[in-house]
């Protein structure tokens, strides 16, 4: 990254966040773990049991397992689409604040979503197309909290979450690698357009400030990349 003129993504957070809209766009996020429920009736089983999705019970195991998928896919995912390629397509689109980080959201999360098609070698059809439906709605709120935020680690931290935990597991493997279930399917449904209602209602609604300080900061990297991309050339 260094090499080609990117920077380490930065820690801090933009100013003046209003984290309750911040809230309202992770809670929801947080509850599509459920998908791995298996029932309407087991999601609504009270209290609800979070487990570590793993192969085994062994602490070795689960400490690499853990650490590699944090690594090579939730940390890998979130510098690609929400930070290499966010930032090449926030400085592209044009228009008012609010239409570009709507454009950038877009692009990004369908980026995101045909990612995924490539689970189709081992999967279910159907179900692969239910898992591109989920990433788009995923890369909807991730792409929007990190243009609010500034910062990928919330969506990593976020990310890293989803893929190693579960609320109230019904199987031993996700359920994406079998047949859909009229349960996951009304699930993502409802799951996926409730994270873009959210997001559109976020885009339009909260103070732009926060997404102004991430362009600004855009543009600034964008200066720094030239002057390294121009030697690279020569």
Known sequence: MVHWGYQLPQLKFNHHLNYWWLAL??????????FSAGSWSRFFSLPLQIRLVIPNNSLTTATIYAVFTIVTVCFKEELIFRYL?????LNAVKGSVRTRILKTTLITA?????????????????????????????????????????????TVIMHSIFDLFSVDMAGSVTPFVSQPTSFLVEFILITTT??????LIAIYTMKTGPFEQTIRANQRKQVLRRPALNRLEN
């Open 25 to 34: 766009l992770v809670i929801p996020r947080f509850l599509v773990m459920g």
């Open 85 to 89: 390629f966010l930032a090449q397509i």
């Open 110 to 154: 369908t980026l995101f979503a045909a990612w995924h098609l490539h689970h189709i070698f081992y999967q279910p059809f159907t179900t692969t197309c239910l898992q591109i439906l989920a990433a788009f709605g995923m890369g909807v709120v991730f792409a929007i909290i990190y243009l609010y935020t500034g910062t990928i680690w919330v």
């Open 194 to 199: 409730a994270q873009v209602a959210i997001g």
